[in-house]
Every structure is written in C-alpha cells, then in structure tokens.
C-alpha cells in the first residue's frame, strides 16, 4: 500500500474529502491543518483484514472536520493524539479501541482513552463537539472512557469482549441518550 509520509498534505486548504485504501501508514501532521476537510474515511479490502499506523496529528487543526470512520485497526504511536486539535468532529466511527504496540497491549493501554485521540488529557474540560461514537470491537472500556463529553449523545459498541468499564467511563455525557453494548 501507499505510505503518506509526515506533512505530506499539511495546509491543503482546499481538501475535503480523503478515502485511504490498504494505506498502510500515515505520518505525523500528515493532513494537518486541512481547513476545508470534512470527510476522513480509512478503509481495506473486504476480503483483507488490514491494520494502520497512523501518528499524531495526521488529522490534527482541521477546523471543517466532522466525520471520521476508520475501517482498520489502528496502531497509534505514543501520544495517540491522531484528531489533535479537531475539536468540531461530530462522528467518530472506529474499528478497535486499543493503544498498543505490535498487536500486544501494555499497561499503558488502560491510561488511554477517547481524549487522548484528540490530544487532550482525561480530566480536562474539552469543547469537543463529538455526538455519535461507534467501535467495532475493543475489550475494555477505561477508566475516563469519555468523561465529560458534553455534546455526547450516542455510543454503540459492537462485537465486544468487553470485560471491563472503568471508574467514570462516562462521567458528565449530560446529553448521552443512548447507549449500546453488543
């Protein structure tokens, strides 16, 4: 597949739309600062189960971003902060929730949780305009999942082996109406 180095589209201001198939990687800051970017749709093959390695701030400072649906396991790097910034996403589709390194989770993985997608720490306030999270598979659900996200309004996890929900999960979603653990 097509590697996008980092900065590759940083400042492509007339960008709106991106659709990645079987890309492999994407590098820091890749589309950073996209102004006009709406749209952020990652996916493989239907016959392929694929992965990507996406770094910090690939998507990061788009201020028109709204929907993002990863259709791959992702494999963050250590700040995971891969929305840093894009704090007017309303739709927020993933394959997997976990942090790890090489497909094996480490302690670290349960320090982690929606926030730090968006480069924010747990218990801070957030402006995020976030309303619908879906996650096709994850098993767990840590501590801060999505605390204190105000505009919050449905969450649907699906095909789960959730074994755990962490203390305040979910803690200030004053507006969650829905909820759905499959």
């Known amino acids: ?5 980092a900065q590759t589209f940083k400042d492509c201001d007339k960008l709106q739309t991106v659709e990645l198939v079987n890309v492999p990687f994407v590098g820091e800051d890749a589309f950073a600062s996209c102004d006009s970017l709406e749209t952020v749709k990652i996916s493989t093959n239907i016959d392929e189960e694929g992965s990507i390695s996406i770094e ?11 929907t ?31 942090f ?32 619908k999270l879906s996650i096709d598979f994850t098993d767990m659900i840590p ?3 999505v605390k204190g996200f105000k505009s919050l309004e449905s969450v649907s996890i699906n095909e789960s082996e959730i074994k755990t929900v962490g203390n305040e999960a979910f803690m200030g979603c004053n507006k969650l109406s829905t909820i759905s653990l499959k």
Not at 1 to 5: E, Q, R, Y
Not at 68 to 80: A, L, P, T
Not at 118 to 131: Q, V
């Open 143 to 145: 501590s801060g999942f």
């Open 56 to 66: 910090s701030g690939a998507f990061g400072m788009c201020q028109s971003l709204k």
């Open 100 to 131: 790890t390194k090489e497909g094996v989770s480490s302690p670290e993985t349960y320090k982690k949780n929606i926030c730090t997608i968006f480069g924010i720490e747990a218990d801070a306030e957030n402006d995020l305009s976030l309303k």
């Open 68 to 98: 993002v649906n990863i259709g791959q396991h992702v494999f963050y790097d250590e700040r995971g902060a891969i929305l840093d910034g894009s704090t007017g996403v309303e739709s927020l589709t993933l394959k997997s929730f976990a």
């Open 1 to 5: 597949g097509i590697v996008i180095d």
